[in-house]
């Protein structure tokens, strides 16, 4: 079961790193995540957060369904976690080799005994985070598999916005040159602002998508990451990349490059 404290209404529309939304014949499908995982506020919240990073994810609350869903409309990763009613992820895991599924499987856990993790792998599994966990580090953990099983997916996370070349894949901006070396933090409040140029994102959007599940930051400490984030950027009065609107929240102003 879960350990995080969830607060109510963290729900936002999905997000997705795209600069042109005409017209796109043969745009590749989103890679879909099953997420099987009875805490349902638990399993809500990673759902917008995966949307958000241009996922398609959807939820099952135990084994058994996850397995006919799996079966029927299989997804290319699956989210797991062991303690599940009935059917428990273990057997969910064995299941899913028993019948020959290749799919990635990454579990979570409350659990902390290594002898879990042993079994778990030797069961299958590609990955295994303990809760409570960061959200940005699921994502991360997601992301590698992906780059494991899919040839080229590094790719597709790299993005020019003005002088700034960002790789979400190794976490890192260069202008010109220059690492501007951001903290993590940093880096998921840049990666969320520039999901949509123009878009003005509120502090408790900025809270919700770039702050662990558990975490409970006041939206002073989101005005104090965003003022370090624009003097490593550079912004200025005279030249602004993150635009702050009173009352409102924050936008970053810079188109993407195709």
Not at 131 to 141: C, D, G, M, Q, V
Not at 200 to 214: G, I, K, M
Not at 224 to 238: M, N, P, S, Y
Request: charged share 30%; proline share 6%; glycine share 6%.
């Amino acid at each position: 079961m879960s350990q995080e404290k969830i607060e109510e209404n963290q729900t936002l529309p999905p997000m997705h790193l795209c600069c042109n939304v005409g017209m796109r014949p043969r745009t590749p499908r989103p890679h879909r995540i099953l997420i099987v995982e009875d805490e349902i506020r638990l399993a809500e919240m990673i759902q917008v957060n995966l949307e958000a990073e241009g996922f398609a994810a959807v939820v099952e609350g135990n084994g058994a369904s996850a397995l006919r869903r799996q079966s029927i409309d299989p997804s290319d990763l699956i989210v797991l976690d062991l303690m599940l009613p009935e059917m428990n992820g273990f057997e969910v895991l064995r299941t899913l080799r028993r019948r020959e599924d290749p799919v990635p499987v990454l579990i979570l856990t409350a659990r902390s005994d290594s002898g879990d993790r042993i079994q778990g792998f030797s069961n299958g599994a590609d990955d295994y985070l303990a809760k409570p966990f960061a959200i940005l580090e699921l994502i991360a953990r997601i992301r590698a598999i992906f780059r494991r099983t899919f040839p080229g997916e590094a790719q597709k996370r790299n993005v020019q916005s003005g002088p700034f070349r960002i790789d979400f894949i190794q976490f890192t901006v260069h202008r010109g040159r220059t690492d501007l070396k951001l903290s993590l933090r940093e880096f998921r409040l840049m990666e969320v602002l520039i999901a949509h140029p123009g878009r003005v994102h509120t502090r408790q959007d900025l809270v919700n998508l770039a702050w662990e599940l558990d975490a409970r930051p006041t939206l002073r400490t989101v005005d104090k990451h965003i003022a370090a984030l624009r003097k490593k950027l550079g912004d200025t009065e005279e030249k602004p990349i993150i635009e702050t609107l009173d009352r409102e929240g924050y936008r970053w102003l810079l188109p993407l490059k195709s």
